[in-house]
């Protein structure tokens, strides 16, 4: 755990304000076929944080906003401020994304699609990440559960 983590998410969120930095950063941790999506030109940071305040000593957020390919998007950053992996990290992430559509669909009332969310976690803890990195393994049954969740619901 980061002794000093409020300020060091302070200072990181100051750095992403800056478009030349957060073009680096994300130059840096983002697939370079996601990357050729995104229109730089229009990265923008945005304010709101949609980690649950009872993991705020342990977690932080940054949400950028940009077009992909002239669509609405956002790249969601999740910073880990802790020294194991969160098993269930795929479906917190899950959460996340729906308030994030949520957020979006209340700013956004004409919309006619959800946006696109690129998430990514930064986990600084010492021991392996070796838990799931899909909402998917997190069911004992899992080529059922992609079925039902991914297909047209039952009318």
């Known amino acids: 755990m980061i002794k000093n983590k ?20 994300l130059n840096h941790h983002i697939p370079k076929n996601v990357l050729a999506l995104i229109d730089i ?5 945005e304010k709101e944080s949609f980690v649950e305040p009872n993991l705020r000593k342990s977690s932080s957020d940054v949400l950028f906003s940009a077009k992909f390919n002239g669509e ?3 790249i969601y950053l999740l910073l ?5 992996p969160d098993r269930f990290m795929a479906f917190r992430l899950l ?20 946006p696109l969310i690129y998430p990514l976690v930064l986990y600084n803890g010492t021991q392996a990440y070796d838990v799931p990195l899909n909402l998917w393994e997190l069911f ?9 969740w991914t297909k047209d619901y039952h009318l």
């Open 80 to 84: 880990e401020h802790q020294s194991n």
């Open 72 to 74: 609405e998007g956002y």
């Open 140 to 148: 004992d049954n899992k080529t059922l559960v992609k079925e039902l």
């Open 41 to 45: 030109a229009t990265l923008k940071l």
């Open 6 to 25: 409020p300020k060091h998410d302070e200072l990181f969120r100051k750095a992403m304000e800056n478009p030349i930095v957060a073009y680096e950063f």
């Open 95 to 114: 959460k996340y994304m729906i308030n994030i559509c949520d957020r979006h669909l209340t700013m956004n009332q004409k919309a006619k699609h959800l």
